[in-house]
């Protein structure tokens, strides 16, 4: 079974602060790995996803990833209330139709 | 409207009882997925299809069925055989160029 694990939360960080999400994966085989945003009852919205090792930023968010730890983070700067939202990391194997499997996800609280 | 609608929003099922979730997209993509989410979890793979009349099992296919008559149409049955079908259903799709994929606004399913 390949596994995506995901850090443990709740997370909680005051506003402005860095929040750091960590994701982790088995299958060596993977090849693009997604960031979902996902907010309570709603369906998950794609962040940004990254499939070459080293960092990729998109305004506030950057993805870092390294292919030879099998590891996969997102950290989010000047975090801000409206961040407040369960995180989905997800990987996709190698095949052409993107069949992804979803880490459990981390819940992120950002505090005034 | 382009974009992924599922159907019904809400719905609840008697013991049972087989109930039918509809998903349609008009975004002309090939590969087209369902997952199901419990509460505080992340997503997991029903089944999904990379082209018409043809879908695979994905990891909890145990008590669903799907059809794939149409590019633009895949309907997941949630049989009696289903044990714990309460949750949330999440429609997607695929877009090979762009490597991203496209989520509905789901549907929650209820057993009463």
């Known amino acids: ?112 | 409207d382009g974009g992924i609608t599922q159907s019904p929003k809400y719905l609840f099922r008697k013991e049972g009882q087989n109930v039918t979730l509809s998903c349609e997209q008009n975004l002309n993509h090939d590969a087209m997925y369902w997952y199901r989410q419990d509460p505080g979890q992340g997503l997991r793979l029903i089944y999904y299809s990379q082209i018409v009349n043809d879908f695979q099992k994905g990891d909890i296919a145990e008590g669903y069925s799907v059809s794939r008559e149409k590019k633009e149409s895949f309907p997941l049955t949630v049989t009696s055989a289903q044990k714990n079908p309460t949750a949330f259903y999440l429609c997607a799709t695929y877009r090979h160029s762009g490597n991203t994929i496209y989520f509905g606004e789901g549907s929650w399913l209820t057993v009463v």
């Open chain 1, 1 to 112: 079974q390949k596994e995506v694990e995901q850090n443990s939360g709740p997370l909680s960080v005051p506003e402005g602060a860095i929040a750091s999400l960590n994701c982790t994966y088995s299958d060596r085989g993977s090849q693009s790995f997604f960031w979902y945003r996902q907010y309570s009852g709603k369906s998950p919205e794609l962040i940004m996803f990254i499939y070459s090792n080293g960092d990729k930023e998109d305004g506030r968010f950057t993805a870092q990833l390294n292919k030879a730890s099998q590891y996969v983070s997102l950290l989010i700067r000047d975090s801000q209330p409206s961040d407040s939202a369960t995180y989905l990391c997800a990987v996709k194997d190698g095949t052409s139709y993107g069949k992804l499997t979803f880490g459990q996800g981390t819940i992120l609280t950002v505090h005034p």
